[in-house]
């Protein structure tokens, strides 16, 4: 079993930035390929990031620039620093692990607002 934790949400002026934490627990976080995922009110959850286990990276068109996806392997953790927030950023934001069917964080809401 994997149990994810995210941390670094918060409300933030439009332009600005923001660091997003996942961490995982357990000894196999290195070998699976981890994803960022956000469901904005009354819309379906999305895909933002996808990063594997070697760190090879994938980001959706509209956060393409702006949005970059990471991992520390040492530290069981992947990120998304997110740069030039937009209010249409404003969602919950989920880590998910693609492993045994997959394993979802508790989410971490993000606020894009002046």
């Known amino acids: 079993q994997v149990q994810l934790v995210e941390s670094g949400g918060g409300l933030v002026q439009p332009g600005g930035s923001l660091r997003l934490s996942c961490t995982a627990s357990?000894?196999?976080?290195?070998?699976?390929?981890m994803s960022w995922y956000r469901q904005a009110p009354g819309k379906q959850r999305e895909l933002v990031a996808v990063?594997?286990?070697?760190?090879?990276?994938n980001v959706v068109d509209s956060v393409k620039g702006r949005f970059t996806i990471s991992r520390d392997n040492a530290k069981n953790t992947m990120y998304l620093q997110m740069n030039s927030l937009k209010p249409e950023d404003t969602a919950v934001y989920y880590c998910?692990?693609?492993?045994?069917?997959?394993?979802w964080g508790q989410g971490t809401q993000v606020t894009v607002s002046s």
């Open positions: 990063i594997t286990s070697v760190g090879n990276t």
């Open positions: 357990g000894n196999i976080f290195s070998i699976i390929t």
């Open positions: 998910y692990a693609n492993y045994m069917g997959g394993y």
